[in-house]
């Protein structure tokens, strides 16, 4: 039973272009949100998080958006470059409680020059 | 700084035998986790550490696998009897200590259970 999901395994985008990754989860319990990028061999490095209280985050060329009614967060790359190729994960927790973060499969993003 | 760091990068071991991990959790930092990822898989919490006591060891999947961290720096992950699902990458993350700060994750240990 998967809290978290990332239905899309992969996902390919010209470099220059806008590159979207999806998440869902199903408990309303989790006010806290996460992104993680990892490259092969590496550990996953934070890339950006987001709070129930707010429904978007921006970073430079990253935002992440929640909607919380329907359980949905995205990450939006613009533009994408070749050096975001990575497998990215979303993560969820509750804030103040539970410690450990609960991660989605994750998405092989691919830019392509 | 120096990151998290794990020792080994690889293990490679045989059914039934007995494994130590070990995880350097970046200076000053309070809060240590561990995680399992198997292959295709996002990261499952295992344990998280809170100084020197284990604050909640709820993703520890059974009674063979056992983590401590005496002095509240390094961390060593055991697991007795290993067993072929073992085999995944195992990652540990530490952060500053206080509420919803950020998890910075080690290169992970790979183990192999033949």
């Known amino acids: 039973d998967q809290q978290v999901k990332q239905n899309s395994p992969s996902l390919s985008v010209q470099e220059g272009r806008i590159s979207i990754l999806n998440c869902d989860y199903t408990?309303?319990?989790?006010?806290?949100f996460l992104w993680y990028k990892k490259y092969p061999a590496e550990g996953p490095t934070f890339l950006i998080s987001?709070?129930?209280?707010?429904d978007k985050n921006e970073d430079g060329r990253f935002t992440v958006f929640l909607n919380k009614s329907a359980k949905h967060l995205s990450l939006h790359i613009v533009p994408s470059q070749p050096g975001d190729s990575a497998v990215y994960f979303c993560?969820?927790?509750?804030?103040?409680?539970?410690?450990?973060?609960?991660f989605g499969s994750g998405t092989q993003l691919t830019v392509l020059p | 700084g120096a990151g998290v760091s794990q020792t080994p990068s690889n293990k490679v071991t045989e059914k039934g035998k007995y494994v130590e991990l070990r995880c350097d959790p970046i200076s000053g930092h309070t809060a240590l986790y561990w995680y399992r990822q198997s292959l295709g898989q996002g990261p499952e919490f295992l344990i998280y550490?809170?100084?020197?006591?284990?604050?909640?060891d709820s993703g520890l999947p059974n009674d063979r696998f056992f983590a401590v961290r005496p002095e509240g720096s390094v961390s060593t992950l055991k697991i007795q009897r290993t067993e072929r699902g073992d085999s995944a990458v195992y990652l540990c993350?530490?952060?500053?200590?206080?509420?919803?700060?950020?998890?910075?994750f080690g290169p992970g240990t790979r183990l192999t259970v033949l």
């Open positions: 408990n309303s319990m989790f006010d806290y």
């Open positions: 993350a530490s952060s500053i200590g206080l509420a919803s700060d950020t998890q910075y």
């Open positions: 550490f809170q100084g020197t006591g284990a604050a909640d």
């Open positions: 987001i709070s129930s209280i707010k």
């Open positions: 993560a969820v927790a509750v804030s103040g409680s539970a410690r450990q973060l609960t």
